[in-house]
């Protein structure tokens, strides 16, 4: 009998694929395992918390090749996990999590539960380089997800830089208006505005959140390639300039329209029930007539912005469609009078959004710049009015007002007249006309994009071969 030299047998490929804990970023990387695995060419494990894997596994139905795993948090069951205990979640997923992960990566063949082969290669998410490190040690390639736009990663990776030039920190004062010169092909638009929130707070060079988001940014140095939620037909000149610092990158963006493209069916990882009776709302009214609203997984508003804005919205006339999350409003109650509103208003506190933005009725979306719900809203042709809330949304509506033109950015101000005033420009008149034009004419980019030869899929095809060679 021949015998194969143990070098020539190839081993079976198996990515397993870990997004960090929160919903915009299960979002973010489930499409891009559901694409991976319909190539048919690998084995794709997706691996949540135990707490979240609760909160999906019953809504999933799996393809042959994509399978999902889950590791404790190292929280207890009632520990809430939103955005004001993330330190806490991040901090307990190192200390106590890692171990699992290390058991997880070593299984495999009669080990595996399933009978699966080995990990062969990983896709970490960018907060958790901890867990590339771990993997690494074993021999084992990491690539690392990076959930934001590919602007607000380049403003991070500037943050040195920033420094060195005397432009952070600046006073309170300061006029937020002004321009920052340091952040090369950024020059001509951002503002300190338009600094992700910790610049705006850091006092000192050396502020702990400063320093802790510019390392999450370079982490990506110590891995075989960078993967972005973008493309050449959102970000083309800043993914240039990263191209430069990471030697290999792979923008394959939007991935929900992505893995749309090639499969044609789309995934849905709602760690909260989705209200489906907001589809038939809409059903039921005119065409782009609603005005969709939703603030994303994590962002909070006072009782006093909650209620300017249902103030704006009431009066602007227009009918709306508003995702109320149970922890929308921080310390206080998100009760309205509806009375002789039922007609034009829907409050659900979970909406399939995806869904939403593609339905006919929908005519422009108020958003919080999560960069998830941004692609979402570009990929539909729908204009938006942004308000960011915190991190790198505050980049991403600079992106969308000023550089895409595609929506106005109500950045900083939270006013009923001002919310109204929005509202009417993005769904009435010449204004509303020539946004709903340009969103369209992104769209068709975005669409062009992740079809048959274009640029998200020639690099999602070389990020696949990458893998597979990778896993050699
Ligand atoms: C956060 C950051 O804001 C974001 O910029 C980062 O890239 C990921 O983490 P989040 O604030 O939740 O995420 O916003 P976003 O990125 O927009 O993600 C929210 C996701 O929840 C979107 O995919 C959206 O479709 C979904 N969603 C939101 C629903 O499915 N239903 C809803 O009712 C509201």
Partial sequence: ???????????????????APLQGHINAMLPLADALSFAGSLRV??????????????????????????????????????AYQLTELFQSLRTHSVDSFRALLLAGGNKDPDGWPPVTCIIVDGLMSYFMDEAQALGIPALVFRTISASSLWVYLQIPQMIEAGE?????????????????????F???????????????????????????????????????NTSDALEAPILSQIDSLFPTTYAVGPLHALVES??????????????????????????????????GSLAR???????????GFVN????????????????????????????RVRLVAWAPQEEVLRHRAVGCFITHSGWNSTLESAAAGVPMVCWPWAWD????SRLVGEVWKVGLDMKDVCKREMVESMVRAAMEGEKAEELRRRATEMAVEIGRSVGEGGAARLNFERLLRDILSLSL
């Fill in 1 to 19: 009998m021949m015998e194969v030299a143990k070098e020539n047998v190839r081993q079976e490929a198996h990515l397993l694929i870990f997004p």
């Fill in 45 to 82: 494990s997706f691996l949540n918390t135990e707490h979240n894997h609760r909160l999906l596994s019953s809504r999933f139905s799996l393809r042959l090749n994509l399978r999902f795993l889950s590791i404790p948090d190292g929280l207890s069951d009632d520990k809430p996990r939103s």
């Fill in 168 to 188: 952070l920190p600046f006073p309170a004062d300061a006029d937020l208006d002004e321009h920052i010169k340091s952040v090369p092909a950024m020059e001509g």
């Fill in 190 to 228: 951002l503002r300190r505005r338009d600094l992700p929130s910790m610049c705006r707070k850091a006092t000192k060079a050396d502020d702990k959140e400063l320093q802790l988001f510019s390392n999450f940014a370079s982490s990506g140095t110590r891995s075989k390639g960078l993967i972005f």
């Fill in 262 to 295: 090639i499969t044609s069916s789309f995934v849905s990882a709602s760690l909260l029930a989705e209200d489906r009776s907001a589809l038939n709302w809409l059903d039921a009214q005119p065409y782009r007539s609603v005005v969709y609203v939703s603030f």
């Fill in 301 to 311: 508003l006072t009782q006093e912005e909650f209620l300017e804005f249902w103030h």
């Fill in 316 to 343: 602007s006339g227009h009918r709306f469609l508003w995702v109320v999350r149970p922890d929308l409003v921080a310390e206080g109650t998100a009760a309205v009078e509806m009375a002789g509103l039922e007609e």
């Fill in 393 to 396: 949304q505050l980049v991403n």
